[in-house]
Nanobody, 115 residues
């Protein structure tokens, strides 16, 4: 059974930082790409960052230079370090991976950037 369990998130002031974590089980983690998405109220879900099994990272233009995706193939976790947060980063964030053509998702975690 594939499971993705997220932690982190919360309320932060503009300019602040947060780190999200996603613990993965049920797959050979090191072989799978990992992704972080977000969905703001009234908007469609968007891909924020991805990291390949070979540790190549890619970012949406809106977060490049502020967010960093990483993975730990020992503890089967992926992380999203978010710096210089802006109010427009407010959203529910989801991690995901794909196995045999099927996408699996974390439960989502709320990030609110507000003064």
């Amino acid at each position: 059974q594939v499971r993705l369990v997220q932690s982190g998130g919360g309320l932060v002031q503009p300019g602040g930082s947060l780190k999200l974590s996603c613990a993965v089980s049920g797959v050979n983690f090191r072989l799978h790409p990992m992704r972080w998405h977000r969905q703001a109220p009234g908007k469609s879900r968007e891909l924020v960052a991805s990291i390949s099994s070979g540790n190549n990272a890619d970012y949406a233009e809106s977060v490049r230079g502020r967010f960093t995706i990483s993975r730990d193939n020992v503890w089967n976790r992926t992380y999203l370090q978010m710096n210089s947060l802006k109010p427009e980063d407010t959203a529910t964030y989801y991690c995901s991976t794909t196995r045999q053509g099927v996408d699996f998702w974390g439960q989502g975690t709320q990030v609110t950037v507000s003064s």
